[in-house]
């Protein structure tokens, strides 16, 4: 029972912010899950954060669906590509020692940064070259967004945040945001409101997977508050995304992966 307690806020916390960056939180409830449970395995640590995810995006989704802020059409685009990927991921993270598992991780995370400090996030500029697809999104409140994008580039580039989501349990907002606000040309809040979306689908197949392997046993105690925690969280996430402009979601983006890409990279090394 305490131990209930104690994973309920940290599931609100994480859905917040995660939903508030479009990420699911997975890239900080990972990180977290390591130091708490260091005797875990990386199966282990990558069935919880999948599925907790999943419920994180699943209200986040909900709750931008009412902002009219997802772009649907994207997003099923996207995820015909992800699912695949996540299927073959989840099915690879029991054969990952934990170590490289948490130098992975944290490399990933610091990659990351870097990209997102080197590159300014769109504006919503369309592309020039090869095939495009041009988009129009209107808000609830009248907000327009209007940008185009490679779609052969979007789903080759879903294809392996799909894998490598699963593979590390980080639910692949993390890695889809920068990608579609730097490469693909998206506003920042529709990719954040369609990578939700996009993460919701495809963290649900990688949750599958698991639950019909029987990953789930021993560990739905921990699923259960930190699931309850982060759908009530997403709800808050999604309204202050109302208010925070894109610039500042990148940054408190990139602060979060700086810290935990360090702390999980120390972790391994002194391990």
């Given at each position: 029972m305490p131990e209930f307690f104690w994973l309920l806020p940290v599931g609100f916390a994480l859905g917040?912010?995660?939903t508030l960056i479009g990420a699911g939180g997975g890239f900080l409830l990972v990180p977290i899950l390591l130091l708490m449970y260091p005797q875990d395995s990386p199966h282990t640590i990558a069935t919880i954060s999948l599925t907790v995810v999943f419920f994180n995006a699943l209200s986040g989704s909900i709750a931008y669906a009412r902002m009219r802020r997802i772009d649907y059409k994207s997003g099923?685009?996207?995820s015909t590509a992800t699912v695949p990927g996540a299927i073959v991921g989840a099915l690879a993270t029991d054969r990952m020692p934990r170590r490289p598992f948490d130098l992975l991780v944290g490399v990933l995370m610091l990659a990351i940064c870097v990209f997102l400090l080197s590159r300014p996030a769109s504006s919503g500029v369309g592309v020039g070259g090869g095939r495009v697809m041009r988009r129009r999104i209107v808000e609830a409140d009248g907000t327009v967004h209007a940008y185009a994008y490679n779609p052969v580039l979007g789903?080759?580039?879903s294809l392996g945040v799909g894998f490598l989501s699963s593979l590390l349990g980080i639910g692949g907002g993390i890695i889809h945001v920068p990608i579609m606000a730097n490469l693909l040309h998206f506003p920042v809040h529709v990719a954040?409101?369609?990578?939700?979306?996009?993460?919701?689908?495809m963290t649900l197949t990688g949750s599958a997977v698991h639950a019909l392997e029987g990953d789930f046993v021993g560990v739905f105690g921990r699923i259960v508050p930190l699931s309850i925690g982060v759908a009530a969280g997403a709800q808050l996430g999604a309204g202050l995304a109302r208010w925070v402009g894109g610039v500042w979601i990148i940054r408190a983006l990139v602060a979060a992966l700086a810290f935990v890409g360090v702390r999980l990279i120390l972790l391994a090394w002194h391990g």
């Open positions: 917040a912010y995660g099923l685009l996207f789903v080759g580039l954040t409101a369609t990578s939700h979306f996009t993460l919701a689908i």
